[in-house]
């Protein structure tokens, strides 16, 4: 299926007094420009709030100056910290998560690999994530965003009546199997993850994981009050009441649906960008292209309200 946004959707940038916004493709995506993060001011806040609700994702460059603390500190003007479902932090900042592969990990699959939103299989999963980048390798390493707000309107009225009322079982249990076949152990958020392949028993702590939870298929964004789909090709495993069999067409089709690239924007990365979006209105993947290049990259992720 390839579908196009026309009538649907405007990606254009509101007029700011304090920021300058740059919409990145049609569909969603926006450069920040005019903005020091490391000195950001409440004016330029609310407008960057603004515009990380009307474009889905933002991103804003040469933010050098930014430490762990000032990551931490912009990242709770968006509220407060949320569960990271696989690492702790780093030493300091529990808050700010590392996300490095290093240059000789052979691994065939990286963190963040395939389309999906953020830790949906937590009981109230994140709001919004902030990423920023410190190494980068010189091709590969990108990430790509679809509008899952943009998707869920560009569904027929009797498609979306269909679905309305569905909630959908989201789990780790797939990605941790890709994980076991796929990931070299290692010091890292997947390759301490992949190492639990040999533990007998696993901790409760991933047994909730692995249960996970259920959430509406369509949810509603609390400030925006769009309706956006909420599934992915990850962590979407079933859907309640269903069997495996009667939910897989619901979520293949969804999933396919979902990540056309007419609801699409490709970010390429930089040294020193800092990326906000908002895990309830987009989802989003990362590729394992850079084989034999370090990447080195920082995540916060802000606390949501359970989806309705």
């Not at 515009?51 to 804003?60: E, F, S, W």
């Not at 069999?245 to 979902?258: K, R």
Request: glycine share 6%; aromatic share 8%.
């Amino acid at each position: 299926m390839q579908l196009h946004p026309t009538g649907k959707f405007d990606n254009h940038a509101s007029k700011y007094s304090y920021i300058t916004a740059h919409p990145l493709a049609a569909a969603m995506g926006a450069e920040i420009e005019g903005v020091q993060l490391a000195t950001l001011t409440d004016e330029q806040e609310r407008e960057i709030k603004d515009a990380l609700c009307r474009h889905k994702m933002i991103y804003l460059r040469n933010q050098q100056d930014l430490s762990h603390a000032q990551h931490e500190k912009f990242s709770l003007r968006f509220g407060s910290f949320a569960e990271d479902a696989y690492t702790s932090g780093v030493p300091g900042h529990r808050n700010v998560h590392p996300l490095i592969k290093e240059a000789d990990d052979q691994s065939k699959m990286v963190f963040g690999e395939g389309w999906h939103t953020d830790s949906p299989f937590l009981a109230e999963p994140p709001a919004i994530t902030i990423l920023r980048s410190v190494e980068i390798p010189p091709f590969g390493g990108d990430t790509t965003f679809a509008n899952s707000a943009l998707a869920y309107r560009m569904l027929s009225d009797s498609y979306q009546k269909m679905i309305a009322q569905l909630r959908v079982h989201f789990s780790l249990r797939d990605v941790l199997q890709a994980v076991y076949d796929s990931v070299e152990e290692r010091d890292s958020p997947i390759g301490r993850l992949a190492a639990t392949r040999h533990a007998t028993t696993i901790s409760e702590d991933l047994a909730r994981k692995i249960r996970g939870n259920v959430h509406p298929l369509v949810r509603t964004h609390p400030v925006t009050q769009e309706k956006a789909l909420y599934v992915d090709c990850s962590y979407a495993v079933g859907i309640e009441g269903m069997t495996r069999q009667e939910s897989a067409p619901i979520l293949d089709f969804l999933g396919a649906h979902l990540v056309q690239p007419a609801f699409s924007c490709r970010l390429r990365w930089e040294p020193h960008m800092v990326v906000v979006w908002d895990n309830r209105l987009c989802v989003h993947q990362a590729y394992n292209d850079y084989q034999g290049y370090r990447r080195e990259m920082y995540r916060t992720t802000i606390s949501g309200e359970k989806p309705s």
